[in-house]
């Protein structure tokens, strides 16, 4: 009986209460129903299931039916059960009266920091995930390794080797949830290790030193001048955040000689580097510029992300860390990516999907800029657009003292965009430029026109 009741029908919780059997059954249906529990359309267990699963009478479930069937809770029509009504779903609330437009609701959108959601590749990465689950072995869908599955961990490797110049053994590769999971735990080990102060770019994303902060540590701002960050100048800090390849949001490399100079310092002192490579496949105008941990694996934490490449919504990330340090990430790790989609990820990036999608997304993206850069000497000549190099955005820099008239003037003409002040450290000894950072890889295909003539016409 027991093998039976395991096997019948779909499962319903109902906890029938109040004086008899028939009774206490019809009230627990007509309670779930009443409150939308079960939704309209929702197809009961038959009367011999349920009656199973509660161990009272079939009888007792066929007339409790039906009498929610003669009050019109439920419908009962031969061929195709029981059902929950569709006209027995509790009324939705009365709709509120539309606010006027705010900035996370308008229509148009040049945020930076997302690529074109609307490209990533379903297809091929359905494809991937049957091709990965087919050959994956039992044990993959156990606890694991914390540091993620070994076939992404050496698919990685071997990319990352062969597109940023990355030197890394897998066994010193760790899955992350993306950059900014990275990010934490980094800061956590730090702090766990004594560190007091990571020192960061003078312009950069508020939610990594929100990070670094809830961490424990104190974020301190990098010198900056006319050529870039002054890095290989980071005071007392214990560590060092940086996006040599290409600085967010400013859009310069740092130079070869204070790329040299800051893992110079840290051979020195054991000042740890943690390398931002966000969008490091994206180089447009020249060969990219490689990965600073090839200068120094032993003080360079390489972090790397599949967030700008194919989508963020994904929560793939990966870490190249020096020996010395991976058994304190390793213990500090906890939670990592789920086994599908890291055995979907390293199945795309062995056949060589993943370098056609990039291939493609960087001509696509490469064409946007292009087009921004021809609407804006016609239509905004003097706005002057830089940062173009690599990447998914550009600067826009302004007319002193414009910037927030501009910003305010996008929003009117239903288009999102930031200027260039919101990313400063708050204690950043530089002077304010205005400008804008524009997120040209955000609107999907069919909006991008509508968003470049925005942008023209809230432009001076």
Not at 204 to 229: I, Q, Y
Not at 317 to 322: E, K, L
């Amino acid at each position: 009986m027991a093998e039976r009741w395991a096997t019948f029908g779909i499962d319903l919780h109902l906890d029938p209460t109040g004086p008899g059997l028939r009774r206490g059954l019809t009230d627990a249906l007509r309670e779930a129903v009443r409150t939308g529990r079960l939704a309209p359309g929702t197809r009961l267990p038959s009367s011999r299931s349920l009656a199973a699963d509660l161990g009272i009478a079939r009888n007792t479930v066929a007339d409790a039916y039906a009498d929610l069937v003669a009050e019109g809770r439920l419908t009962a029509r031969q061929g195709s059960g029981t059902r929950v009504a569709d006209r027995a779903a509790p009324a939705p609330p009365a709709a509120a009266p539309s606010p006027r437009r705010t900035p996370g609701r308008l229509p148009y959108s040049l945020v930076p920091g997302t690529p074109d959601l609307s490209s990533f590749p379903r297809a091929e990465w359905l494809r991937a995930t049957r091709r990965a689950l087919a050959a994956a072995p039992h044990d993959a869908f156990g606890y694991g390794d914390p540091r993620g599955r070994p076939e992404l961990r050496t698919a990685l490797a071997d990319y990352l080797a062969r597109v940023r110049g990355v030197r890394v053994d897998p066994e010193h590769l760790v899955v992350r949830p993306g950059f900014a999971d990275g990010l934490r735990l980094l800061c956590e080990v730090l702090r766990a290790r004594g560190a007091r102060t990571l020192a960061v770019e003078s312009y950069g994303l508020d939610v990594h030193r929100d990070l670094a902060t809830r961490a424990g540590l104190h974020t301190t701002p990098l010198p900056h001048d006319a050529l870039g960050t002054r890095a290989q100048e980071p005071g007392t800090a214990d560590a060092v955040l940086l996006s040599p390849a290409h600085q967010f949001p400013l859009g310069g490399a740092l130079l070869p000689e204070r790329r040299a100079a800051v893992v110079d310092l840290a051979r020195r002192t054991g000042t740890l580097i943690l390398e931002d490579d966000y969008d490091g496949e994206f180089r447009y105008d020249r060969q990219p510029v490689g990965a600073l941990q090839d200068l120094d694996p032993d003080h360079v934490v390489y972090l790397g992300t599949a967030s700008k490449s194919l989508a963020p919504g994904l929560r793939l990330g990966w870490m190249v860390v020096p020996p010395s340090l991976l058994p304190a990430v390793t213990e500090h790790g906890g939670l990592t990516v789920g086994v599908v989609e890291q055995l979907t990820l390293a199945e795309f990036l062995t056949s060589g999907a993943y370098d056609r999608h990039v291939r493609a997304a960087r001509l696509r993206y490469r064409r946007r800029r292009d087009a921004l850069v021809r609407a804006l000497a016609e239509r905004a000549p003097d706005v002057q657009v830089t940062g173009i190099a690599a990447g998914l955005h550009a600067v826009l820099r302004l007319p002193p003292g414009t910037e927030r008239s501009v910003v305010q003037a996008a929003t009117w003409h239903g288009l999102l965009v930031y200027g260039l002040s919101r990313f400063r450290h708050p204690d950043a000894d530089v002077t304010p430029s205005d400008a804008l950072v524009v997120g040209y890889a955000t609107p999907p295909d069919h909006a991008w026109a509508a968003t470049l003539e925005a942008l023209c016409r809230a432009l001076p």
